[in-house]
């Protein structure tokens, strides 16, 4: 299926563009070979990446000086970034030239400029960031992880029946759980407009497999498949997981160099170690969707390397293979919202 799949690549974002950008293109290749790129940035830096590259021959360069600064307020990136590499990424999208974009670039800017251009889709208020969140049972789904950081019930509502259709579609779960970010499982905590959406959603429980509320202590277990949150309080429990995995990996590190029996013990046990760490290696889980618009945008990690943009364009075709936008759109406009 992958043979039609056309990506745009945002090559001047992120920490180490466009190096990193090409190298990543290049190793999902070996996942997904008949993929084919557009590299939108400065043809006199890509140009030599790209031509050294032999599986990436078959791939565009469209030039463009412009770049949207990591710090550059969105407002002004909507005003002035039209001809940027991620504007003109973004807009191939809208075109139809390409059927997704990936960037690394400012996620204010992403955000804001896919949002214009794409559009959100019809009934969805705001659009959403989702990813994979790694637990114990396997993987999870959260959003939203920072695109809103103030949101009403209806948002939430509308987050959950978003999240439904990702862990449905690209996931592969069969009539996901759903669970609501709170402080408490109980019915009287939290903020009023997290007890409203549980009050809605509780009431939609024949259209969604609505849990109740869960703790953050509790997203690890994998106890639910989908987690909902505003994106403030996303974003925080994703930055500190990711900060607790480097924590839990640098105090293995430490304990396996802390004596030569240590030393000993990690060449035996190097092929569970190596497990371990690839299991709880951020990269692995790099590549956050944009829900809600009316097109595929995945958003890489700023400072990502060539591995973790690579799992980024991955969740970009995995999107694009399982017509996600139009399976959506489907079960949105089947959703009767008690709103």
């Known amino acids: 299926m992958t043979n039609s799949i056309h990506l745009s690549l945002d090559a001047m974002g992120g920490d180490n563009a466009p190096q990193i950008i090409v190298d990543g293109a290049a190793q999902s290749k070996i996942r997904y070979p008949d993929v084919k790129f557009s590299f939108f940035g400065n043809k006199n830096k890509l140009f030599p990446l790209v031509s050294s590259i032999k599986t990436l021959k078959d791939s565009q360069i ?6 949207i600064g990591a710090n550059q307020k969105p407002s002004i990136a909507v005003r002035k970034g039209k001809n940027s590499s991620m504007g003109l990424a973004i807009q191939s999208v809208k075109t139809g030239q390409t059927d997704a974009i ?3 670039g400012n996620t204010g800017a992403l955000m804001a400029m896919t949002k214009l251009f794409l559009r959100p889709i019809e009934g969805i208020t705001r659009p959403a960031i989702a990813a994979y969140f790694p637990t114990i049972r396997g993987e999870s789904c959260m959003l ?10 209806k948002n939430l509502v509308q987050f959950a029946f978003m999240g439904q259709a990702f862990a449905n579609i690209v996931m592969g779960v069969n009539n996901p759980t759903i669970s609501l970010l709170n402080i408490g499982e109980e019915e009287q905590k939290g903020l009023d407009y997290i007890k409203e959406a549980s ?11 609505y849990t109740g509320f869960i703790e953050g202590d509790k997203i690890a277990q994998g106890i639910s498949d989908v987690i909902i949150a505003d994106g403030f309080s996303g974003n925080v429990s994703l930055k500190t997981a990711e900060g607790t995995a480097l924590l839990v990996t640098s105090y293995l ?5 802390s004596s030569l029996s240590s030393k000993i013990g990690y060449l035996f046990a190097k092929s569970a170690i190596n497990d371990f760490k690839l299991q709880m290696d951020p990269r692995k889980y790099n590549g956050a969707v944009f829900l809600g618009l009316n097109g595929v945008a995945v958003k890489s990690h700023g400072g990502t390397d060539a591995f973790g943009f690579a799992n980024a364009i991955c969740v970009a075709i995995d999107m694009v293979k399982y017509n996600f936008i139009s399976d959506l759109k489907k079960k949105i406009s089947k959703i009767e919202l008690i709103i």
Do not use: M, R
Not at 62 to 67: L, V
Not at 144 to 153: R, V
């Open 144 to 153: 939203d992880l920072g695109a809103n950081i103030e949101c009403d019930a």
């Open 102 to 104: 990936v960037s690394a």
């Open 62 to 67: 469209i030039h463009t000086d412009e770049i």
């Open 253 to 257: 590190k430490k304990a396996l160099s």
């Open 199 to 209: 009050q809605i959603l509780t009431k939609l429980k024949d259209q969604i497999n």
